[in-house]
């Protein structure tokens, strides 16, 4: 073994460490994104605490967090978060490369089934800890690191559906073999570079971040996890469709990986070379910038490849963040590490508000001095996804902005190029294959069809839980062949970044559309297992979260079906009478334009004669004696639970709430044809009764 160590070429050393780095990297990346849709639930689950009668809560309910709880998550991330400044003391000992990636992988093996919110915690804190010190030792690795992690992560989310399996308890001992392969390569990569440093490093390999690299380093982590390193986050705001997932998952892997290539780096090396040393970097910035405009703006196949390509000129950007260092310089990569992490943790709150503006309250007692300007400034969000994707873009080049005597990028050996090539030719080979759909058996000529309308909570049940097993094992049991879906999520990173329409079309057995309300990763859904003909949708204003509806047609037999999907405002309950006014005000303007949609597109003025068979559901925020209501009932439209009594169709389900916020609308004829009704909730020990902090409701039709 001596032998070989004393043999070993510089070359394969540096295959070895890439191999470390790239597994401390995955797993710093995939507990990174599981802790932010941690410690978003956690959150919320905890702001609900104080509020509860702890008497009538269900203990078998999953989530509930007490605030003592998640504060003392908090601080256990703080204290983890400032570990990297530990590498600007201790750094200069070899041996504590080692240290950190143990920390790091046997952290990211407990995760498995132990305490995943503090594990992941300690993940991070290690992880970022090893890159300060890799930093120092072994900087060529950083990009290599990172580019190899997001894309073996990606093959993972592939074969996972969107839903990274590396959560699950089946993963275990897989992960238990990766935990144990980084503890061998990290102990032989320490033991060789104590032995033969001298000959196996060399000047380019003593690096450091400055801090622009820092505030760099959190803003392209955000770019990653919001959208380009996301196929379903691409697919949501270019408004593509499902199928184009089969060659979108493969592409972006090999969009991520092509950087790692010598000859394409050389390549870019040549084209940013054609520009003056004083503009390189704001230039890359406006084409960065360009793409990422034009993926967001333009739907279709153009706004899918312009976000490839913003991939790939992102990735490229990994080399900028860090240099090699002068004799004299020092290094504080701990402390811009730090910098950087606080930049992600900004924002994501940025991006959460986007998506969250509409539930912004005012502060009260103590804190009420504060409520002309934070809670104005929060809600202001509103339709700036694009707007917090250009400051990352902004912060992310600002090294190769103010690096004006070098090009970060080199090239290589053709050997390098070809290994390179034909790891990126792998990776996307599996992509592809994990990517891959099921067939889809469509239900022909069914003598009854079943219908539903499911609010999902964004996954989350009353205290914020995330199991979409359980809202899957609930919509399996109602027996429903088309589902109607909202607060349904496509990509966020509050939802750990999963296409849950994507992902329960898939564990289904549906096909499957979505149509985005809200940044393109927010909206509704449809499930069905009857085979679909036709979809679209429409906006809606709104004063609260934006919504819209969504048309979806069925053809079960020779005649079609019209599902119409749809979500109003929620009343929310802030105290104020007059914004409880406007928000009712919202629902009948919504519902006005609803109306106007659905005769538009039939030329209907009376549903009682129309011929058009057509089902109108979602979650109408309103109770069944309400003016919305008794609207839709006036326009002649059958709801066919009224007069049940309210402990057999209330849908909305909190601690001491009950309500029915959901319904289902038939035109007379399809109503005359209602077999069978019922509101699915706990008539089974083995179903979720509490998935959503919603009921399913389902009616069954009979056709022939």
């Known amino acids: 073994m001596l032998s070989r160590l004393r043999a070993l070429d510089p070359q394969r050393f540096f295959l070895l460490i890439a191999l470390e780095a790239a597994l401390i990297g995955l797993f710093l990346i995939q507990s990174l994104r599981f802790l932010v849709g941690a410690i978003y639930s956690r959150v919320a689950s905890a702001s609900l605490y104080p509020a509860l009668d702890l008497s009538q809560i269900d203990p078998a309910l999953p989530g509930l967090?007490?605030?003592?709880?998640?504060?003392?998550?908090?601080?256990?991330?703080?204290?983890?978060?400032?570990?990297?400044?530990?590498?600007?003391?201790?750094?200069?000992?070899?041996?504590?490369?080692?240290?950190?990636?143990?920390?790091?992988?046997?952290?990211?093996?407990?995760?498995?089934?132990i305490d995943e919110t503090t594990m992941a915690a300690v993940v991070v804190g290690g992880g970022l800890s090893y890159l300060c010190l890799i930093i120092r030792y072994r900087v060529?690795?950083?990009?290599?690191?990172?580019?190899?992690?997001?894309?073996?992560?990606?093959l993972l989310r592939a074969f996972g559906?969107?839903?990274?399996?590396?959560?699950?308890?089946?993963?275990?001992?897989?992960?238990?073999?990766?935990?144990?392969?980084?503890?061998?390569?990290?102990?032989?990569?320490?033991?060789?570079?104590?032995?033969?440093?001298?000959?196996?490093?060399?000047?380019?390999?003593?690096?450091?971040?400055?801090?622009?690299?820092?505030?760099?380093?959190?803003?392209?982590?955000?770019?990653?996890?919001?959208?380009?390193?996301?196929?379903?986050?691409?697919?949501?705001?270019?408004?593509?469709?499902?199928?184009?997932?089969?060659?979108l998952a493969p592409a972006l892997v090999v969009a991520t990986m092509l950087p790692l290539v010598p000859i394409v780096r050389g390549q870019a090396r040549e084209f940013i070379s054609l520009f003056d040393s004083s503009v390189r970097g704001w230039s890359w910035m406006l084409l960065l910038m360009l793409l990422i405009v034009l993926g967001t703006r333009v739907s279709g196949i153009v706004g899918g490849i312009a976000l490839l390509i913003a991939q790939f000129v992102t990735s490229l950007l990994w080399w900028w963040l860090v240099r090699p260092r002068a004799e004299r310089e020092r290094n504080f990569a701990g402390l811009w590490v730090l910098i950087g992490s606080l930049i992600f943790g900004l924002l994501v709150a940025m991006d959460v508000f986007t998506y969250e503006y509409a539930f912004v309250r005012d502060f009260a007692d103590d804190l009420a001095f504060l409520n002309d300007v934070v809670p104005p400034l929060l809600r202001g969000f509103r339709g700036l996804g694009l707007g917090v994707l250009l400051l990352s873009v902004f912060l992310v080049i600002l090294?190769?902005?103010?690096?004006?005597?070098?090009?970060?990028?080199?090239?290589?050996?053709?050997?390098?190029?070809?290994?390179?090539?034909?790891?990126?030719?792998?990776?996307?080979?599996?992509?592809?294959?994990?990517?891959?759909?099921?067939?889809?058996q469509a239900n022909v000529n069914p003598d009854n069809v079943l219908v539903a309308t499911y609010n999902i909570h964004a996954g989350y049940n009353e205290f914020f839980d995330y199991d979409l097993e359980a809202i899957a094992?609930?919509?399996?049991?109602?027996?429903?062949?088309?589902?109607?879906?909202?607060?349904?999520?496509?990509?966020?990173?509050?939802?750990?970044?999963?296409?849950?329409?994507?992902?329960?079309?898939?564990?289904?057995?549906?096909?499957?559309?979505?149509?985005?309300?809200?940044?393109?990763?927010?909206?509704?859904?449809?499930?069905?297992?009857?085979?679909?003909?036709?979809?679209?949708?429409?906006?809606?204003?709104?004063?609260?979260?934006?919504?819209?509806?969504?048309?979806?047609?069925?053809?079960?037999?020779?005649?079609?079906?019209?599902?119409?999907?749809?979500w109003l405002d929620p009343l929310l309950d802030t105290g104020d009478t007059q914004v409880s006014f406007d928000a009712e005000a919202s629902q009948q303007q919504q519902l006005s334009q609803i109306f106007g949609v659905i005769r538009e597109q039939y030329a209907a003025t009376d549903f009682d004669t129309q011929i058009v068979q057509m089902i109108l559901g979602g979650t109408f925020n309103n109770v069944?004696?309400?003016?919305?209501?008794?609207?839709?009932?006036?326009?002649?439209?059958?709801?066919?639970?009224?007069?049940?009594?309210?402990?057999?169709?209330?849908?909305?389900?909190?601690?001491?709430?009950?309500?029915?916020?959901?319904?289902?609308?038939?035109?007379?004829?399809?109503?005359?044809?209602?077999?069978?009704?019922?509101?699915?909730?706990?008539?089974?020990?083995?179903?979720?009764?509490?998935?959503?902090?919603?009921?399913?409701v389902v009616v069954q039709i009979r056709l022939n």
């Open 65 to 113: 967090v007490e605030s003592a709880t998640i504060t003392n998550e908090l601080l256990v991330l703080a204290v983890m978060l400032l570990l990297p400044l530990l590498t600007i003391l201790f750094g200069r000992f070899t041996g504590f490369l080692f240290v950190t990636a143990a920390v790091t992988a046997l952290a990211r093996f407990f995760m498995v089934g």
């Open 140 to 154: 060529r690795v950083v990009p290599v690191m990172f580019i190899l992690a997001l894309s073996v992560d990606q």
């Open 399 to 440: 090294p190769m902005a103010q690096t004006r005597r070098r090009i970060a990028w080199q090239g290589g050996s053709v050997g390098i190029s070809i290994l390179m090539l034909g790891l990126t030719t792998g990776l996307g080979v599996g992509t592809f294959i994990g990517a891959r759909p099921p067939v889809v």
């Open 624 to 696: 069944p004696d309400s003016d919305v209501i008794r609207r839709l009932r006036d326009n002649g439209l059958r709801d066919v639970f009224a007069g049940t009594p309210l402990q057999l169709s209330a849908t909305f389900w909190r601690t001491g709430q009950q309500a029915r916020l959901d319904y289902l609308w038939l035109t007379p004829d399809l109503a005359d044809d209602v077999v069978g009704s019922l509101t699915v909730a706990g008539q089974s020990p083995a179903i979720p009764q509490n998935a959503s902090d919603h009921r399913l």
């Open 161 to 247: 559906d969107t839903l990274d399996p590396s959560w699950s308890n089946n993963y275990e001992t897989l992960q238990l073999l990766l935990t144990i392969t980084t503890l061998i390569l990290s102990l032989l990569t320490v033991t060789i570079q104590v032995r033969r440093g001298d000959d196996l490093l060399t000047n380019r390999d003593q690096g450091l971040m400055t801090a622009w690299g820092g505030i760099a380093f959190g803003a392209i982590l955000f770019l990653q996890f919001s959208l380009l390193a996301m196929p379903n986050a691409i697919i949501g705001r270019a408004g593509l469709g499902y199928p184009d997932y089969v060659w």
């Open 473 to 566: 094992r609930t919509i399996t049991f109602s027996g429903a062949n088309v589902v109607l879906l909202q607060e349904v999520e496509a990509g966020r990173m509050t939802s750990f970044g999963v296409d849950q329409t994507f992902w329960l079309a898939r564990r289904l057995g549906k096909d499957a559309r979505f149509f985005p309300t809200n940044e393109g990763l927010q909206g509704l859904a449809v499930l069905s297992d009857i085979e679909i003909v036709f979809d679209d949708g429409a906006l809606l204003d709104s004063i609260g979260s934006q919504t819209g509806i969504q048309r979806v047609q069925i053809r079960p037999d020779t005649r079609v079906i019209t599902l119409y999907n749809t």
